[in-house]
């Protein structure tokens, strides 16, 4: 007996649902972990961990912090790049921050549930801090000397025209000093958590200030890689590290100089990307070679 037409492309789907199950759902995913356990691919397909003193410490391919209890660099290791994934370096929540250059204005609150820094004020406090911790002019363009971002809200007679009736500095608060005093002629002031002065009118207006065009510490010491995983920091970030790593740990910089370039990768195949040095495995071969003071 013939099937009704209906049945039969109904029986016909799931037939094909099946075998695409099984195809797709079973026999694929055990061959590529066949594949992986192959000799020469195994370590990869483990998720490139690395072990030192009978311990796994982390992977070769994903970034992590080398700071103390309270979240403070520790200053005998080289420091990573900063991290937006979950709590940093988080792989089940990789992400980068979704701030982009017109993240200037802080959100201030009197509850830090509701508080949010701009990209701007995040850049320059990494920079000041970078700068205080390895001794080297933490100065950005767009930055105040308190490490955020030097931007007023302009307040004019006829809106975006005329003479200027009010100034704030909207990412200062008290007991903070204005970055700059005055803005033609008008006293600045400090910004009032919960005041949205962009809302009432301010023209949003960064100021340079007076920090050199090319920065002493490096974009990526300050900014968080799209993935917020990066194993990697520039060769510049690393050289800016290096006497103070030397330093702490009683080491010639030249010795910790000559590590750093062993450890450093050079470009896919030889000119996608940039070079970069692994944190990760520097760190365990300054741990083997310079024991900490």
Known sequence: MRLPTWIAQHLAALRALLVFTVLLGLVYPLALVAVGHLPGLNHRADGSLVDAGGKTVGSSLIGQSFTDADGNPV????????????????????????????????????????????????????????GELDGVDGRRPYCTDDGVGAVLAVFRADGLTGRVTRVVSVNQVAPATPFVSSYQGVPV?????????????????????????????????????????????????????????????????????????????GRGLGFMGQPGVNVLELNLALDKQFAAR
Do not use: M, W
């Open 75 to 130: 200053a005998r290791y080289f420091q990573s790049r900063p991290s937006a994934a979950g709590d940093g370096y988080d792989p089940t929540s990789t992400s980068a921050s979704n701030l982009g250059p017109e993240s200037v204005v802080d959100t201030i609150a009197t509850d830090p549930e509701e508080a949010s820094e701009s990209l701007l004020t995040q850049v320059c406090g990494r920079s000041k801090a970078i």
């Open 189 to 265: 002031e400090l910004a009032k958590p919960g005041e949205d002065y962009v809302a009432a009118g301010g023209v949003v207006t960064p100021i340079r200030g007076d920090a050199p065009a090319d920065p002493a510490v490096p974009a990526d010491a300050v900014t968080a890689s799209a993935s917020g995983l990066d194993p990697q920091i520039s060769p510049a970030y690393a050289e800016l590290q290096v006497n103070r790593v030397a330093r702490e740990r009683g080491a010639d910089p030249a010795a910790v100089r000559k590590l750093v370039k062993e450890h450093t990768d």
